[in-house]
């Protein structure tokens, strides 16, 4: 049953999102930021009541922090010259060049 639950937030806020691009488009790049996919992560392992887990998954978090910075760098520099879908997949790549680097990076060198 917890699961339905999240999986309900996370619904709601994608229509929340759909609803309000009807309307502007400050708000739909704004409400991501609110941490919809980090509480859900966090209610998970909470749930087992290891407060170090909970403490390595909010460090976990907030070493993708870079990585989101990228992806909207990319997808705004880029949308420009390519269209919408490349500039998300050039963001995606450099979401995910810099998530290598940040959880693997260390143990390469």
Same mark, same amino acid.
């Given at each position: ?6 999986? /309900? &937030? ?5 229509? !929340? ?20 996919? *980090?509480? /859900? *992560? !966090? &209610? /998970? ?26 992806? !909207?760098?990319?997808?705004? &520099? ?7 879908? &490349?500039?998300?997949? *050039? ?8 998530? !290598? /680097? ?8």
């Amino acid at each position: 049953m917890d699961i339905i639950w999240k999986g /309900i &937030l996370g619904g709601l806020l994608t229509a !929340l999102i759909a609803w309000l691009s009807k309307r502007g488009n400050t708000l739909p790049g704004i409400l991501p930021l609110f941490p919809t996919f *980090a509480i /859900i *992560a !966090l &209610l /998970i392992v909470g749930a087992k009541g290891d407060s170090a887990g909970f403490r390595e998954a909010c460090m976990a978090g907030a070493k993708t922090i870079p990585a989101y910075l990228a992806f !909207l760098g990319i997808c705004y &520099l880029t949308v420009g010259t390519f269209d919408y879908r &490349l500039a998300l997949l *050039a963001g995606v790549t450099a979401w995910l060049f810099i998530i !290598l /680097i940040a959880f693997f990076g260390p143990r390469w060198i």
